[in-house]
């Protein structure tokens, strides 16, 4: 233990024992039956009985009376870390890591395929997700017996754009191309993340598209 005085409560009922303000609940076997509580401060005590008057505990009493339960909170708290330890270390292993990360990698692809937008030669932000896709092969259909008509179009800022038969067209290869450049994107983050060999360089691959 730390230099200095050790404070310690020992309860045994409710499994507790406190050393040095640090709380730990586990099961252990009290020293002495009907202990109902053990008190150190300051290199002096007293134990509490369920059936009897307190008994005073000096210096002299420590290794034999309060030690034993400090050894018991000690080999708790080595076991509790232990296991942190080792929670820790699975967690930061290579198959969990590289889980995480293409985890992060689908739902960065889901977002960017369903939030997505361009900057369209024809002028104006569009969206490029599907349902962009559908709706602008609604028009080219609506236009295609009417090819010198024009149909308004509402851009990615609901703002609304004369656009012809052509302009359509456009639009739609961009959205087309945008897909595909999602996809190509994500394919090499992919093999980039399955590539990596530790937790730094798999930490070290930003998703983006």
Partial sequence: MANGPIQVT???EDRLIIVNGEVLF??????EENIHAIQWRDNKGHIEYEDGPNVELTVEDYESKVKPYVDFWQTE?????EEQRKAEEEYNSVPNVRARKLSELNASFIQAESDGTLESSVGFTIDANERANRDID???KALENNPEETV???AADNSFHEVTLDNLKTMQLEVIGYGQQLYQTKWELRTRIMAAETKEEIDAIEIKF
């Fill in 10 to 12: 020992v309860v045994p």
């Fill in 26 to 31: 586990f099961d252990y076997s009290p020293l």
């Fill in 77 to 81: 708290k080595d076991r509790i870390l």
């Fill in 138 to 140: 609604g028009l080219i």
């Fill in 152 to 154: 308004m179009f509402c």
